[in-house]
């Protein structure tokens, strides 16, 4: 009896050991979807990859970078998650995309500048209006809405986030295209939305998920991982993720 007891206890414990895999996780390394705040590591990126990680109780190494450098890493077989982004041809070829989100664009306009008449086409047909805009449009504008402003001389183009809310609060553009995320995080966050009216646009909406390697990551492992994600919807816990990095008003989108 005590000998069945001991290899009982050695087999519960065997089933509670984590997994020997490793996986390397792949994210956005500037805020919102990562940053460190009074030690802490916090990003709404950074809080979905970890949630999913822990889900699958693998051991992990933490692959922070820019966009275009852990595309290039997925791309040539260096990460096993990525995320969050948006579906791209060329990660699609190395990793399979899972979606997690779908979110709406946010129009944000000065407040002076506001018409509850007004569509979305009309700020962009006004005159007045300059937007601010991340280089090459960034993932938020259409080709006509950028058409229409470059030819008219009405496009302020940045190289980040950040720089296109400068150009907001210093007057420099008076509407831009952006995400609930950076909206919250650059504006409504620091207490700077009281001179803009945003806006959320459901009719450009916005995919965000998680890149999975074929290569590194097996067939079986890929379908945990859309299990994980898919309880994750259907439990809140995907939403909740959310919670601390966009708008109460917004959190609405981010659920399933």
Do not use: W
């Not at 009074?38 to 109780?57: F, P, Q, R, W």
């Not at 966009?67 to 990660?91: S, T, W």
């Not at 994750?232 to 917004?250: C, T």
């Amino acid at each position: 009896m005590i000998l069945l007891n001991i290899l009982f206890m050695m087999m519960f414990a065997h089933a509670k050991e984590p997994c020997e895999r490793r996986f390397v996780l792949g994210f956005m390394d500037n805020a919102p979807s990562y940053f460190v705040e009074k030690g802490i590591k916090k990003g709404h990126s950074y809080a979905v990859i970890k949630d999913i990680s822990s889900h699958l109780n693998c051991r992990e190494t933490e692959a922070p970078g820019s966009y275009a450098a852990n595309k290039e890493k997925l791309i040539k077989n260096r990460i096993d998650i990525l995320g969050l982004a948006l579906q791209d041809p060329d990660m699609d070829k190395a990793a399979e995309f899972i979606p997690a989100y779908r979110v709406p664009r946010m129009l944000i306009v000065e407040k002076k500048m506001f018409n509850s008449k007004y569509s979305v086409e009309d700020y962009v047909k006004n005159s007045k209006a300059i937007f601010a805009t991340l280089i090459g449009a960034g993932f938020f504008m259409s080709e006509q809405e950028r058409d229409i402003l470059f030819k008219q001389k009405r496009l302020f183009e940045v190289p980040g986030p950040a720089d296109v809310f400068a150009s907001l609060l210093k007057g420099r553009a008076q509407a831009s295209f952006s995400t609930p995320l950076f909206t919250h995080h650059y504006l409504s966050r620091q207490g700077l939305d009281g001179n803009f009216v945003i806006i959320a646009d459901a009719s450009h909406t916005q995919e965000l998920g998680i890149y999975v390697s074929k290569t590194r990551v097996s067939e079986q492992d890929r379908m945990k991982i859309k299990d994980i994600i898919k309880k994750m919807k259907a439990d809140g816990s995907l939403a909740r993720s959310a919670k601390d990095y966009v708008r109460a008003e917004d959190l609405k989108f981010y659920k399933n």
